[in-house]
């Protein structure tokens, strides 16, 4: 599994206090369209936080199903990607930490069952919403994305690489 580290503040494990694990799922239907999640005006791609204790498969699975509805299994994704972000003082707490998001493949064509999301509050405060976009121009929509909101400068920027990885591991060229 390829492993992307970014630590701008040169930090070691012992300056973090905290560690949290997000699980990604990169999904594409047949129209060679990547589908992505919005909300509070960022894109992202369908996963979240492990609970405490959580398997990673188990949390992905979760995750998958109360943002679209798909009812998935294990054999479904495989793993390709890790990225590791430490944070100096993240988000102005006096607290380094760092975030650990574990990407996976959905093997199967995506299908969005709405009857099935259950999204929380705050993505529904937010307008959470899916979206499908072609392959061959998400990296231009998350770029000009990040022009508009600068501040979401970071997670498309973790995107982008971890697109790259996808496109070499997969037939999408």
């Known amino acids: 599994m390829k492993e992307l580290i970014i630590n701008k503040d040169n930090l070691n ?7 949290v694990t997000r699980v990604k799922a990169i999904m594409i239907n047949d ?7 919005y909300c509070d005006d960022d894109y992202q791609f369908p ?3 492990l609970k405490e204790d ?6 992905l699975i979760r995750e998958v199903k109360e943002e679209t509805g798909i009812e998935a299994k294990k054999d479904d994704f495989y793993p390709f990607m890790k990225v590791k972000h430490y944070s100096k003082n993240y988000f102005r707490t006096n607290e380094n930490r760092l975030n650990i998001m574990i990407y996976f493949v959905y093997k199967k064509s995506t299908v969005i069952n709405n009857d099935n999301i259950n999204i929380s509050d705050y993505e ?14 998400v990296e231009e929509t998350l770029i000009d994305h ?3 909101f ?6 498309a920027y973790e995107m982008l690489p971890v697109l790259e990885v996808y496109k070499k591991i997969t037939t999408h060229n």
């Open 13 to 19: 494990d012992d300056d973090v206090k905290e560690v």
């Open 31 to 37: 129209n060679d369209e990547i589908l992505l999640a």
């Open 47 to 49: 996963g979240g936080h």
């Open 54 to 59: 959580e398997d990673v498969y188990d949390g």
């Open 124 to 137: 529904r405060k937010n307008e959470f919403k899916l979206c499908f976009v072609k392959l061959s121009e």
């Open 146 to 148: 990040v022009k508009k």
């Open 150 to 155: 600068p501040r979401f400068r970071s997670l």
